[in-house]
């Protein structure tokens, strides 16, 4: 039992300690010819809060798993992807996540391979981070992408394990994917040819066509190909690739502003004809005018609160401009 004398003492001394404030911890997100987040892990208690500082390219801060690194976790928070133009020197966008627990909080970029890349990032990682790192080279994420091509048909080409189907999204005054409805077998491929304006291309299902399939389908992670933006002048173009694995129908949307209820949708094995044909799923689209998209790629879930200064806010409105030509 302590005295009352020491008690008192105790007292008087905690009324001495300074309070305990949340501390700022500044991650910088990419940046001029780098895949990486610096650091690459913080150790924080709750209360702190995790700046993430958005840099040159198009990245994104999601929360994964340990398990799956490149996959986003149900209910994980998303920056959405952050576009920062090469000639931006300041006011960096940048997004904050508020830390709530000591546990790990495992988070990487989901644009193309970026993940696989090595562009992964923890809270609170322990002594796991290489382990995290090694696991995310090790193609955890359900697509991956493919070499730059010069590629202008939808044609399919042979390769060593199936046929790879081309499909070029966008254009010149287009808001298609063409072709805009496939046949793949098993071990096909289907790669999209990103050509002018920003395009994506995210798994949807045929009744939300609007809405990933993730966030429809609890369970299922789709896939998400990110965004490519493609100036006007543009000759050559990227690629990215999925591989069919079944001869389910895939469903697949643009999310860029109302593209989606505009019609630029996408199927792969979808019947000619009836009710779930693609001109069915199409009419879908437009019948609710994309209005059921909650899927947009500069949204913010979770935790997480995304905000955009200076010269990249005008870089983001240039581009919300550019989605409405």
Same mark, same amino acid.
């Given at each position: 039992?302590?005295?009352?004398?020491?008690?008192?003492?105790?007292?008087?001394?905690? @009324?001495?300690?300074?309070?305990?404030?949340? /501390?700022?911890?500044?991650?910088?997100?990419?940046?001029?010819?780098?895949?990486?987040?610096?650091?690459?892990?913080?150790?924080?208690?709750?209360?702190?809060?995790?700046?993430? &500082?958005?840099?040159?390219?198009?990245?994104?801060?999601?929360?994964?798993?340990?398990?799956?690194?490149?996959?986003?976790?149900?209910?994980?928070?998303?920056?959405?992807? &952050?576009?920062?133009?090469?000639?931006?020197?300041?006011? !960096?966008?940048?997004?904050?996540?508020?830390?709530?627990?000591?546990?790990?909080?495992?988070?990487?970029?989901?644009?193309?391979?970026?993940?696989?890349?090595?562009?992964? *990032?923890?809270?609170?990682?322990?002594?796991?981070?290489?382990? !995290?790192?090694?696991?995310?080279?090790? @193609?955890?994420?359900?697509?991956? /992408?493919?070499?730059?091509?010069? %590629?202008?048909?939808?044609?399919?080409?042979?390769?060593?394990?199936?046929?790879? &189907?081309?499909?070029?999204?966008?254009?010149?005054?287009?808001?298609? !994917?063409? #072709? +805009?409805?496939?046949?793949?077998?098993?071990?096909?491929? &289907?790669? *999209?040819? !990103?050509?002018?304006?920003?395009?994506?291309?995210?798994?949807?299902?045929?009744? %939300? =066509?609007?809405?990933?399939? /993730?966030?429809?389908?609890?369970?299922?992670?789709?896939?998400? +190909?990110?965004? *490519?933006?493609?100036?006007?002048?543009?000759?050559?173009?990227?690629?990215?690739?999925?591989?069919?694995?079944?001869?389910? =129908?895939?469903?697949?949307?643009? #999310?860029?502003?109302?593209?989606?209820?505009?019609?630029?949708? *996408?199927?792969?094995?979808?019947?000619?004809?009836?009710?779930?044909?693609?001109?069915?799923?199409?009419?879908?689209?437009?019948?609710?005018?994309?209005?059921?998209?909650?899927?947009? @790629?500069?949204?913010?879930?979770?935790?997480?609160?995304?905000?955009?200064? @200076?010269?990249?806010?005008?870089?983001?409105?240039?581009?919300?401009?550019?989605?409405?030509?």
């Amino acid at each position: 039992m302590y005295s009352s004398s020491f008690r008192s003492f105790a007292l008087l001394a905690l @009324g001495l300690l300074p309070a305990v404030r949340s /501390a700022t911890l500044e991650v910088v997100v990419g940046g001029p010819g780098t895949l990486r987040y610096n650091p690459e892990s913080v150790t924080a208690v709750p209360g702190d809060v995790v700046r993430f &500082i958005f840099q040159q390219k198009n990245h994104t801060a999601t929360q994964s798993t340990f398990e799956a690194p490149c996959v986003q976790a149900p209910g994980g928070f998303d920056s959405g992807y &952050i576009p920062v133009a090469e000639g931006v020197t300041e006011g !960096f966008p940048a997004a904050e996540f508020t830390v709530t627990t000591t546990d790990p909080v495992w988070v990487y970029c989901k644009q193309g391979t970026h993940c696989q890349a090595g562009m992964v *990032f923890a809270i609170n990682p322990g002594e796991r981070l290489a382990a !995290f790192k090694a696991a995310a080279a090790g @193609g955890a994420a359900p697509t991956t /992408a493919s070499p730059t091509s010069t %590629a202008t048909t939808g044609a399919p080409s042979s390769t060593a394990t199936g046929t790879d &189907i081309k499909v070029v999204v966008g254009g010149p005054g287009s808001l298609t !994917f063409n #072709p +805009s409805n496939v046949q793949a077998q098993v071990g096909d491929t &289907i790669t *999209f040819e !990103f050509r002018q304006k920003n395009h994506s291309v995210i798994a949807s299902s045929f009744e %939300a =066509p609007c809405v990933p399939l /993730a966030q429809s389908s609890p369970g299922e992670a789709g896939f998400n +190909s990110g965004y *490519f933006p493609v100036p006007d002048g543009q000759t050559t173009f990227q690629t990215w690739t999925v591989r069919v694995n079944d001869t389910k =129908p895939i469903w697949a949307y643009c #999310p860029q502003g109302n593209h989606c209820g505009q019609g630029m949708v *996408f199927s792969a094995n979808a019947v000619e004809g009836g009710s779930r044909s693609f001109q069915a799923f199409q009419d879908l689209a437009k019948q609710i005018n994309g209005t059921s998209n909650t899927g947009g @790629g500069y949204g913010n879930s979770g935790a997480l609160h995304t905000t955009i200064s @200076g010269a990249s806010a005008a870089f983001a409105a240039v581009l919300a401009i550019v989605a409405l030509l």
